[in-house]
């Protein structure tokens, strides 16, 4: 007898997340992709766009069609823009369909806050306070019940994981939270512009958006929840000239002084549990060459009196979306958390 496998479809499957995705549900033992679909002009093989692909996967990529999707599948990842995401999450929903969104449009409780930031009236608001924010290590009892799921924005996952600990203990003065974070050119999506065009990326290094990154009230957000007080973090987000990866460095004061290996301590006891966070000895620190194509986040910290400094390293496309999308997925099927994913 054939096995009963999880139904699910890809929306947004010519990007780099939906591309990812693809590759990782292949692999998967429970899921079985059956709708595959974008902005196309015309429909075509994904072999065809993604070459990766030949002889593993024959379907087609069409334009999204909501109906046929809902009845091919049984869970809806949503690999589309912001903006994009809100106009059919609400559908898929209506059909009693689980969907895992990896754009922002469910992540911040606010609406005023989404409005304010990503420049546009929220069409379906009324689905903020029932989406579950998809960070495993600090939501999985609520992921397990989603029905709506808001996979993190990839700096919040490397930046939210990296302060966890401290923050939630109450260690530091939350006030003066300093973020420098550095992602590869996949982050931005698959859209070429001129930022992004290889002779204007390469061989540069630059910041952007200081102190006005989308990103950053998610952050906010979810680190002002972990403090039970509001929390604004600085945060300087820096283009890299690499496909994939993103080194947070986060810079904290310390209510009081520490030793770096107390404070190593601290973290590997937060996460003593977590599959997908790997907490390093002293004086050694995160590459993002060490995440490359894993679900990992790598910690690493410096404690200099009352100065503390975390770095953390993930892969942008895998634990900052696709893969951390699957690991939410499991959870919710109830599957072995780390299948297909370790
Ligand atoms: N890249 C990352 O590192 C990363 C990390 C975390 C989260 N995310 C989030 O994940 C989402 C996808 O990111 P990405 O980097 O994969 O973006 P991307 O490369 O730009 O891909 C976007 C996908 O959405 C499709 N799309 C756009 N408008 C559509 C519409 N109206 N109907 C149907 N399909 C439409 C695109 O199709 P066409 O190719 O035909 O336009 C493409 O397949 C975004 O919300 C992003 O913020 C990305």
Redesign the pocket.
Known sequence: MSKNLLKVAV?????????ELIKILLRHPETEITSI????DRPEPISNIFPVFKGQIDLVCG??DIRAASKAADLIFL????K??M??APKFLESGKKVID???DYRLSSVSEYEAWYGTKHTSAELLSSSVYGLPELYRKEIVKAKLLA????YPTASILGCAPLVEKSLVETDRIIIDAK?GV??????PSMGLHFPEANENLKAYKINQHQHMPEINQELSKLAGSKVGVTFTPHLVPMNRGILSTIYFTLKKEMETVEAIRIYKDFYKAEPFIRVLDENIFPETKNVYGTNFCDIGIKVTDKRAIVVTAID??WK??ASQAVQNMNIMQGYKETLGIL
């Open positions: 929306v947004g499957a010519t990007g780099y997340a939906g591309c679909s974008a902005k196309v334009e999204l690999a589309l823009p912001h994009v995401s106009e059919f990896l754009s922002a996979n993190p924005g990839c992602s996949t982050g931005a999506g698959r859209t942008n496309l900052g979306a």
